[in-house]
């Protein structure tokens, strides 16, 4: 086997367009999302809004790294929301705290779930977050996406400090796709102004044809991480 690819987020939009164009011939693809990747050689059906999922996933990280002696092992995190979308103190409070523990808090723990995996391989390891602008643009409505991003682009520049300091054992990259042609943005749409006032800027760019397609996309990401980027970089695919 010449790669282990693990994508979370695979059974739609950029995750799944990722495991449809992994570069690396004969690659095993293992994936985690709620519903099944058609893609992916192993399918394990886990909510990662829940904590209690994160150690199944870790189990089955260092099972999968155990021995392994391919040419490289990539992480992919794709899992994302943007829903509920509204203002703090006016969306639904059980799924504002799913959308904290997904998009703030799994990344951190499934990071370092697979970094502390790659002691079973000396394979040269990826691992690979997907970034958004929202990270450093206020957007009311978004809260927590915004949160979620601006935490997740700031712990791959520190881990990546880290990993440098430790040889470059694995290298960490953020990469902010763009406006992408998924079901994230059509759920972006059909908002109403009062809970999202950016909205129509939304409607305007996918009236223009400015979406981008997630294959293309994918492609794109998979060529960044064969690029020798300084470990811990947060980019924009635009300007990559
Ligand atoms: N599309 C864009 O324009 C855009 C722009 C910037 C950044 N991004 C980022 O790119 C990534 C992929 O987004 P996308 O646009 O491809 O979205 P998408 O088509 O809506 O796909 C989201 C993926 O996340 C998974 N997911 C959601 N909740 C989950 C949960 N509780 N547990 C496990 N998996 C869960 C979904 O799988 P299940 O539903 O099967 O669980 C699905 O595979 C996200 O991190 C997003 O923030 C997208």
Same mark, same amino acid.
């Given at each position: 086997?010449?790669?282990?690819?693990?994508?979370?987020?695979? /059974?739609?939009?950029?995750?799944?367009? @990722?495991?449809?164009?992994?570069?690396?011939?004969?690659?095993?693809? +293992?994936?985690?999302?709620?519903?099944?990747?058609?893609?992916?050689?192993?399918?394990?059906?886990?909510?990662?809004?829940?904590?209690?999922?994160?150690?199944?996933?870790?189990?089955?990280?260092?099972?999968?790294?155990?021995?392994?002696?391919?040419?490289?092992?990539?992480?992919?995190?794709?899992?994302?929301?943007?829903?509920?979308?509204?203002?703090?103190?006016?969306?639904?409070?059980?799924?504002?705290?799913?959308?904290?523990?997904?998009? /703030?808090?799994?990344?951190?723990? @499934?990071?370092?779930?697979?970094?502390?995996?790659?002691?079973?391989?000396?394979?040269?390891?990826?691992?690979?977050?997907?970034?958004?602008?929202?990270?450093?643009? +206020?957007?009311?409505?978004?809260?927590?996406?915004?949160?979620?991003?601006?935490?997740?682009?700031?712990?791959?520049?520190?881990?990546?400090?880290?990993?440098?300091?430790?040889?470059?054992?694995?290298?960490?990259?953020?990469?902010?796709?763009?406006? +992408?042609?998924?079901?994230?943005?059509?759920?972006?749409?059909?908002? /109403?102004?009062?809970?999202?006032?950016?909205?129509?800027?939304?409607?305007?760019?996918?009236?223009?044809?400015? @979406?981008?397609?997630?294959?293309? +996309?994918?492609?794109?990401?998979?060529?960044?991480?064969?690029?020798?980027?300084?470990?811990?970089?947060?980019?924009?695919?635009?300007?990559?």
């Amino acid at each position: 086997m010449s790669a282990l690819v693990f994508v979370t987020g695979g /059974s739609s939009g950029i995750g799944q367009a @990722l495991l449809e164009t992994i570069p690396w011939a004969g690659a095993r693809a +293992v994936h985690f999302a709620r519903r099944p990747a058609p893609a992916a050689a192993a399918n394990h059906a886990v909510d990662l809004a829940d904590p209690a999922s994160w150690p199944r996933v870790a189990g089955v990280l260092e099972r999968e790294l155990a021995g392994f002696t391919g040419e490289r092992a990539v992480f992919v995190h794709a899992a994302g929301v943007l829903t509920p979308i509204g203002f703090a103190g006016e969306v639904d409070p059980a799924a504002y705290r799913a959308h904290v523990l997904l998009n /703030s808090a799994a990344p951190q723990a @499934l990071g370092d779930a697979f970094l502390r995996a790659l002691s079973g391989t000396r394979a040269p390891a990826t691992l690979l977050f997907l970034g958004s602008g929202a990270a450093h643009s +206020v957007y009311e409505g978004w809260s927590g996406y915004c949160a979620g991003k601006a935490a997740v682009d700031h712990w791959t520049r520190t881990v990546g400090a880290e990993q440098k300091r430790r040889g470059d054992r694995c290298r960490v990259l953020c990469v902010a796709p763009g406006v +992408v042609a998924t079901a994230m943005q059509d759920e972006i749409r059909t908002t /109403s102004e009062r809970d999202f006032p950016d909205v129509e800027r939304f409607r305007a760019l996918h009236r223009e044809g400015a @979406l981008r397609a997630p294959r293309d +996309v994918a492609r794109e990401l998979w060529a960044l991480t064969l690029r020798d980027l300084p470990n811990g970089a947060v980019l924009d695919l635009r300007d990559a």
